[in-house]
């Protein structure tokens, strides 16, 4: 048995064909070829596959793709116009939030969750704002510093302009 | 340019891939054609296969291909570091069989593997697969394993033991102790850890059947040590038929250096599949069970020394645990890494150490960050606190008084380094211990502690400190001593570096090192930057293919930046005086009249007749007008096999308070001070120290692999490991000194596992620092809030 | 790790839902927001023949005002929905407070309250809460619509009153007592963040005394269960630190309080005593 699912995935529409089994994960990478989002556990501990669901982050490995037909998700590859960043990814960059880059995504995906419901948070806001999300490299120091950074940025109202460094 | 690249915090070249969503993980990975693999793994600790019916699994949709181990005609896997050193040692070996066939040894041993269309298909084929087993008696804990009576794993192996190692002078430790005045003895134990990369393994395999080739994508850190180890060791096919390929790795920490069985058996799958490609992912859960474990030590320590606190001798007896069978350098681990470092940053006259590896009914054990050194430092660091509650000195004066000082070295550690059959020896080169120290002190108020711990005593809280000085072997390692001492690969460890300037001046580095998330495409940039004056921009760093980058031993024991980083300074050098040479053929000057300045290369006196790198790589690139005797193009290859291993050293100085009612432990503050020589990008290297850090503050608190009396992993998932959270930690305080490594020219250590390495011990320390009012001395960790709360409530239940 | 293969079903109306759960004939099971259901099925810890995805039913997704501070909250309102819900948090604070605690940030935007009832895993928070707000559960099926207390609700772990073709569609909140302060305190297990044991606490005061004393306790006993020898001895107390300290020592009566390899069962005894006691001075400081 097989099910049609229409997604509007960073911004774009499209129907798949998945068995009701599929994750949501499995449809942004192996449907859609979004390959951003990643599986870094099997008991929705780590965070790695969060996107935003309808402007809500969500793991992505615990939803169905049929559960979502209708809905609108914005992935890693969406947060930023082509060729430019979004003040969390460059804020990261900057920061040096990111070592092997794998849990990156879903944090920049549950940062931007965290800074659109609190635009200013201290530090343990932002700890406890990512406790759905698990990094291994960073000793999430730098992490944390990097969504500081982006939270300020955000809050100046500075646009980042494509392919703005430095 | 040259000083301003070298040591600046230069954001880092991989990231815009990594934060839009652009890297290319093994799992991204996807070929035409491609087949997924599920493999069925033993519920049992131990048992006997009597049979395996794989007719209904065939039969499922989608089933391409089901294995047993009687299918796969491959030996088992290599083991490439046995315990050695020490004459006539005798390692009973057992690795690993791609899949087993008469029997599995730990709870998550592989069986069975169907190749399906997709993955789903595969793992609903692999609940269809029967096996009769025969289920034998169990034992998971090293010590019990070479008692008397214990279950037997192996018929070569009578007691479990793998190995029984030694390393220093018995007679004379044991003498040691028996003159001295004082004497602590201990048993601590260095429980096992789950590493927790982000990213799982997984292999994609493809054979060509046209070409009779093998290709494997691995999330591994050492791709040319898997050619080697996958074609001559285990699938004995030439080495030149298999390419391996390691895309972005999503962390490592050791995992991935080692060669497992789903590299071969994706491999064996594409081959019978006639070419169609095999991937194969683990789960996290699969991951707990059949991906390394760290650590797993059971030992017992004796220090002695003088009233007045000088050390005099350190004894020490330890049991490894290294699993059902042993992984690629498991026995290197506790031994060479661990024995021969147990001295620490301490003079120590007489240093004896005795180590047991044992086989027990779970997953195999090899090298996690740090390596052996964790396990070191957590035992003299440990010990050093003991034996002055002992004698009722300040832990920090206690090391102060043993320091090695800074002018004895080079020192000659008495637990040995060994000595080569060549003759080759190794000493820590360098060091200056008490200024790191009493930095990391001032930092953290450690003069003032007693009224912090008053002023927690109020708020319920019982405050300690803890503190960790401790050295590091990395930077491994001379060959001609690691390989002649019977240590290490067997082999050599030196690294390589190619380095080509194309024709419109644009350079690539090619390197046969591994990065799994430390930034070595732009610390290398910077080191090729600074040496030849070229822009960041016009490089780039490849790496991770065993097609076109030079054989390299791959990234583990904080080597890169070392060992790697000299083949590439060595590389740039060998331009840098081929482009001199052309240069003066350009200028009509003599070889010995041009200078090099930057991009620039001058004649002497008259700096107006120069060439830029730039025009002298176009015409030698091309080749027009060559000098006699020089080939065209700058392209060059460098080979570098360090004199020495490195010597970071440094003193971390944890805070913690423990809640009196519920033995909740939070680390409060962490001051580090660390001497990794000069740094790079010291960005990239505070980032691995904070990583470090963090790791070795888990094991301390959180992190700890069970297993129950039957062999089932009781913390099987995420839900029962305590991968640390970002809310559990304070910011880490970072300080440093530096003492350049005299080793290499860079003057650069290493600092990938020091984090990991100094952590654990410090914030052990200060935990029984905090827990010292119960008159508690040691307890092991981790110092979960259950097992706290039962230390403090049974002294207290006791007075 | 992917579920086992299974028939999807998504009905537009409750009704229709009950009708296609009916026919399920207990292979069926009712998917929400997924976040509990859905991992046991990734482990293959349950295989349902049929799913029933009742996310698009716009009449659970309700949080309603039942007047005189009482609130219904619908089967499909997620965590933060009620955090968002100026209504549910004004009514009972303790939501505000006790909510964030509970997973995270992606399993709150996602899961329900009904879910998490519904699932009764023993260490979940959100049981205890409800107990101490002494909520009840509207319960449908073709047969009709019950109403039960969430006392008694639990049966064991991972074991409701829930019957096979019954839907959980409303949690009823009703009034507490004007003026009464309430609080949520936990110890967590660092791996999964559940409670090793949590401890809701809602007190009213009449003059000097307690006068309404509502403490349940999650994680300690196989199910959640409401501490009634401790409010037995909170009522009509001064509420000092003797009396909460003697009433906290009765947290685990009559309870067989479990062990595993995280806590052993006198750790939980002891912690189940230890939040009681700041659950109850918590929700003491929090009156107004």
């Known amino acids: ?166 | 340019m040259a000083t301003d690249v070298l040591g600046a915090r230069i954001k880092r070249v991989e990231d815009p891939r990594f934060i839009t969503g652009k890297g290319r993980y093994l799992d991204d990975i996807k070929l035409a054609g491609m087949t997924y693999m599920s493999i069925l793994r033993s519920p049992y600790a131990h048992a006997n296969i009597r049979s395996i019916d794989t007719a209904a699994a065939r039969a499922m949709p989608g089933v391409v291909l089901v294995l047993v181990g009687a299918d796969i005609p491959y030996n088992p896997l290599p083991m490439a570091w046995p315990a050695g050193g020490v004459a006539g040692i005798r390692n009973n070996i057992n690795t690993p069989r791609v899949l087993a066939t008469d029997s599995v040894k730990w709870t998550g041993e592989g069986v069975a593997a169907v190749i399906a269309e997709t993955v789903a298909q595969a793992v609903d084929a692999l609940e269809a697969i029967v096996v009769e087993w025969e289920p034998l008696p169990v034992v998971v804990d090293a010590e019990k394993a070479t008692q008397p009576g214990a279950p037997q794993l192996h018929e070569n192996a009578p007691n479990n033991v793998v190995f029984e190692w030694t390393v220093g002078d018995k007679a004379g430790t044991d003498a040691a102790l028996e003159a001295a005045p004082v004497i602590v003895r201990q048993r601590i134990v260095n429980q096992r850890l789950i590493p927790n990369p982000m990213e799982v393994r997984g292999d994609i395999g493809v054979y060509n059947p046209g070409t009779d080739e093998y290709t494997i994508w691995m999330s591994s850190q050492t791709p040319h040590i898997q050619r080697l180890l996958l074609s001559a060791f285990v699938m004995g096919i030439p080495e030149h038929k298999i390419r391996c390929i390691s895309p972005d790795i999503g962390g490592a920490f050791g995992t991935k250096i080692f060669c497992y069985a789903d590299m071969a058996l994706c491999l064996f799958a594409s081959k019978a599949l006639n070419g169609r490609p095999v991937k194969w992912v683990e789960t996290r859960r699969e991951n707990y069970q059949s991906t390394i474990h760290g650590r797993d030590h059971i030992t017992y320590l004796e220090i002695a020394g003088t009233r007045e606190g000088e050390i005099t001798g350190l004894r020490v007896k330890t049991y490894a645990n290294l699993g059902g069978r042993l992984s690629t350098i498991g026995p290197g681990i506790p031994t060479t890494l661990y024995g021969r470092v147990l001295s620490g940053c301490y003079r120590i006259p007489n240093v004896y150490c005795e180590v047991t590896g044992v086989y027990t009914n779970t997953t195999f054990v090899d090298a996690y960050r740090g390596a052996g050194r964790p396990e070191a430092t957590y035992v003299i660091e440990r010990a050093m606190d003991l034996f002055a509650d002992e004698i009722g000195l300040d832990p920090a004066e206690l090391r102060r008084r043993n320091f090695i000082a800074p002018d004895k070295f080079p020192y000659d550690n008495p637990s040995g380094l060994g000595t080569a059959s060549n003759g080759e020896k190794i000493y820590i080169d360098s060091g200056n211990y008490e200024p790191a120290m009493d930095m990391a002190l001032a930092t953290a108020g450690y003069a003032s502690i007693d009224k912090a711990k008053a002023d927690a005593r109020a708020r319920g809280k019982y405050l300690g400190i803890g503190l960790s000085t401790y050295i590091e072997v990395c930077g491994v390692a001379p060959s001609k001593w690691i390989g002649a001492v019977g240590e290490g690969w067997g082999a050599a460890m030196w690294e390589s570096a190619n380095l080509k300037i194309h024709l419109t001046g644009k350079v690539v580095l090619t390197m046969g090192t591994q990065p799994q998330g430390q930034g070595h495409e732009t610390t290398y940039a910077q080191i090729v930057s600074s040496e030849l004056g070229i822009p960041m921009d016009d490089i780039i760093v490849q790496h991770s293919d065993t097609q076109g980058t030079p054989f390299g031993y791959g990234s583990y024991g904080s080597r890169t930046a070392s060992v790697g980083g000299t083949a590439a300074v060595k590389a740039a050098g060998k331009i840098r005086e081929k482009a001199r040479q052309y240069a003066a053929h350009m200028l009509e000057a003599a070889v010995d009249d041009i200078e090099v300045v930057g991009a620039e290369y001058r004649v002497k006196g008259s700096p107006e007749k120069m060439k830029t790198l730039q025009e002298v790589v176009f015409a030698l690139d091309l080749g027009f007008s060559l000098p006699a005797g020089m080939e065209p193009y700058l392209d060059e290859t460098a080979y570098y096999d360090t004199p020495n291993c490195t010597w970071p050293f440094g003193t971390h100085v944890a805070i913690v308070e423990i809640d009196e009612e519920t033995g909740k432990v939070d680390l409060v503050r962490y001051v580090a001070v660390d001497d990794v020589g000069k740094k790079i990008n010291p960005m990239i290297v505070d980032g691995q120290l904070h990583g470090g850090i963090a790791q070795g503050v888990g094991q301390a608190l959180w992190e700890g692999a069970v297993y129950g009396d039957d062999g089932q992993l009781l913390s099987g998932s995420m839900l029962d490991y305590a991968v640390p959270r970002a809310s559990w930690f304070p910011n880490f305080e970072l300080g440093e000194t530096v003492t350049p490594s005299p080793v290499n020219p860079l003057g650069v250590k290493g600092v990938g596992e020091a984090g990991a390495i100094a952590s654990t011990a410090a914030v052990a320390n200060a935990v029984i620092d905090a827990l010292s009012p119960f008159g508690i001395r040691h307890l092991d960790m981790p110092y979960t809030a259950p097992k706290v709360w039962r230390a403090m409530h049974d002294k207290e239940a006791r007075s | 790790m992917i579920p086992a293969a299974f028939d999807y079903a998504r009905p537009t109306s409750l009704d229709e839902a009950l009708v296609l759960l009916a026919r399920g004939a207990g292979n069926a099971k009712v998917l929400a927001g997924g976040q509990s259901l859905l991992p046991l099925m990734r482990l293959r810890l349950a295989s349902p023949g049929q799913l029933i995805d009742i996310g698009r039913i716009a009449e659970l997704r309700t949080i309603r005002d039942l007047g005189g501070g009482a609130t219904g909250i619908g089967a499909l309102a997620t965590y933060r929905d009620v955090l968002d819900s100026e209504l549910a948090t004004r009514n009972h604070p303790i939501l505000a407070t006790a909510i964030p605690m509970i997973g995270d940030v992606q399993v709150r935007n996602r899961g329900t309250l009904a879910g998490s009832i519904a699932h009764a895993d023993p260490a979940s928070d959100l049981p205890a809460i409800l107990l101490a707000l002494e909520g009840t559960l509207v319960i449908r099926s073709g047969n009709g619509e019950r109403v039960v207390a969430v006392e008694g609700f639990f049966q064991g772990a991972f074991a409701t009153d829930l019957g096979q073709d019954e839907i959980l569609t409303e949690i009823r909140l009703p009034a507490t007592p004007d003026g009464a302060g309430m609080a949520y305190r936990a110890i967590e297990q660092p791996a999964s963040g559940y409670s090793m044991v949590g401890v809701a606490a809602v007190i009213g005061r009449v003059g000097d005394s307690i006068g309404y004393a509502r403490i349940a306790i999650t994680g300690a006993g196989n199910v959640a269960y409401r501490a009634m020898a401790v409010e037995a001895a909170l009522l009509g107390s001064d509420g000092g630190a003797a009396a909460i300290e003697a009433a906290a020592a009765h947290a685990t009566d009559g309870q067989v309080v479990g062990s595993d390899f995280n806590a052993d069962a006198e750790y939980r005894t002891a912690m189940a005593q230890v939040y009681t006691r700041r659950a109850v001075e918590a929700a003491l400081a929090a009156i107004d």
Not at chain 1, 43 to 56: E, H, I, P, Y
Not at chain 1, 99 to 109: A, D, E, K, N
Request: charged letters at 15%.
């Open chain 1, 1 to 166: 048995m097989t099910e049609q699912v229409r997604l509007t995935v960073n911004g774009v529409a499209h129907e798949i064909t998945v068995e009701p089994r599929q994750l949501l994960v499995h449809a942004l990478r192996e449907d859609l070829g979004l390959t951003g989002t990643h599986v870094g556990c099997d008991t929705s501990q780590c965070g790695a596959c969060t996107v935003q669901l309808n402007g809500a982050a969500v793991k992505s490995c615990t939803v169905l793709a049929v559960q979502v037909d209708g809905g609108s998700i914005t992935t890693i590859e969406g947060m930023a116009p082509e060729g430019g960043l979004h003040a969390l990814q460059n804020a990261f960059w900057e920061k040096h939030g990111l070592q092997c880059g794998f849990c990156t995504p879903g944090m920049i995906m549950a940062a931007a969750d965290l800074l659109a419901g609190n635009p200013d948070p201290t530090d343990d806001e932002i700890r406890h704002g990512i406790e759905g999300n698990l990094c291994r490299c960073t000793g999430y120091q730098n992490i944390v510093a990097a969504i500081r950074e982006a939270g300020s940025t955000l809050r100046a109202g500075a646009p980042v302009p494509a392919g703005a460094q430095d």
